[in-house]
């Protein structure tokens, strides 16, 4: 939106000039430049480059046109479509995203943003493999835009997200390469050098971070884990072990639940196709358990182990906050329990049991 008629109120003033010389100089009159301020009509544009020029700015500035957003501004703009999109119709919503695009279609991060704010909602539309075209295009111009490597980067993990979601993993294993590379640990280095210029809170800072990140993508890789080893008793028993000792020496159902329920619910999974009912429902009762008592309000934080992390989580591109509305998180909750692989106990009293709780718990939250 163009906040030119603001501008020239703001800049006319610190310049501690009339409405009259202003009009003077720009050969109108002085009720011309009143409609400007209050945003009742525009400058012709022939006039833009001399105003701009009075004031000492470019026609960009002038128009209040920013060609970049800043992090906090794209943040807004994310939560906002996000609160929408549990509110008024999906279609509605992302027309608006398509035209934020338009204005900010030279801006990387924005594009970026407003890709995963897609990837996290593609599921409302009736027609979700066009909303997965649409944010291709996007992330294809990502890299024609950035030179950005941590941008570049990104792109090309939701753009091999894209692919797995369009059942295309030979498209997601050419982007990723399909090869383990070894971490090179430059976290260690970092903090070693923070160590020996006497930095000490700052080494403790990178190093608190690479282990709240590691700690998470080993329990949230498990799932996966767990279904790759079903047919392996041995490894099977043994990853529920240790991935609950990580869960309970980490406190993670308080430090961060949402990893907990990909774990629980990965459980009750397997156990549901391999028709173990004991095993499914503990994991079930886990899975419900804390989604109504741990899971909301959601937000991304330390504890007293990890107590340096609040600068670095408030650092990230969208913040503290879930990337999806409160009411599309407990929606999609209660569909979780609507799976193909528990329909065989449908009829269950435990499940009927556990799909009220769930409902009722939710409605609490």
């Not at 479509?81 to 509110?87: D, E, P, Q």
């Not at 490597?149 to 939701?158: E, G, M, Y």
């Not at 329920?261 to 009912?277: D, E, I, K, P, W």
């Amino acid at each position: 939106m163009l906040r030119i008629g603001s501008i020239i109120l703001q800049e006319r003033k610190r310049l501690q000039i009339t409405q009259d010389t202003l009009a003077t100089y720009c050969q109108v009159s002085k009720a011309s430049v009143s409609k400007w301020e209050k945003g009742l009509s525009y400058p012709d544009i022939t006039l833009l480059p001399k105003i701009a020029s009075y004031f000492r700015l470019t026609v960009d500035e002038l128009l209040g046109y920013e060609r970049q957003l800043s992090k906090e501004a794209i943040q807004i703009c994310y939560y906002e479509f996000a609160s929408r999109f549990g509110k008024e119709p999906f279609e509605l919503v992302f027309t608006e995203v398509k035209e934020q695009i338009k204005l900010y279609y030279h801006d990387p991060a924005f594009l970026l943003q407003m890709s995963i704010l897609m990837l996290n909602h593609h599921m409302l539309s009736e027609d979700s493999s066009s909303i997965l075209q649409k944010i291709n295009q996007w992330l294809d111009r990502i890299r024609l835009l950035s030179e950005d490597v941590w941008v570049l980067r990104q792109a090309n993990s939701l753009q091999a997200t894209v692919a797995l979601m369009q059942v295309d993993p030979k498209t997601t294993l050419e982007l990723l390469d399909g090869v383990i590379k070894p971490n090179i640990g430059d976290e260690i280095l970092l903090a070693t050098a923070f160590e020996q210029l006497g930095e000490q809170e700052e080494a403790m800072r990178v190093i608190q971070v690479m282990m709240y990140q590691n700690v998470l993508q080993l329990v949230g890789s498990s799932p996966l884990y767990l279904r790759l080893s079903a047919s392996d008793t041995r490894i099977f028993d043994e990853t529920i072990h240790r991935i609950n000792g990580m869960i309970e020496l980490y406190t993670l159902r308080k430090l961060h639940p949402n990893v907990c329920l990909q774990f629980y619910y990965g459980v009750a999974q397997c156990a549901a196709l391999s028709m173990n009912r004991e095993l499914l429902y503990r994991y079930l009762q886990k899975y419900v358990d804390v989604c109504i008592h741990d899971l909301f309000p959601f937000s991304l934080r330390g504890d007293e182990y990890f107590n340096l992390l609040k600068d670095w989580l408030e650092q990230l591109d969208l913040g503290t906050n879930p990337l999806r509305n409160t009411k599309i998180i407990k929606q999609s909750i209660v569909e979780s329990m609507d799976a193909p692989f528990f329909e065989p106990f449908y009829q269950d009293e435990e499940m009927q049991k556990l799909r009220e709780r769930l409902h009722f718990g939710l409605e609490r939250c």
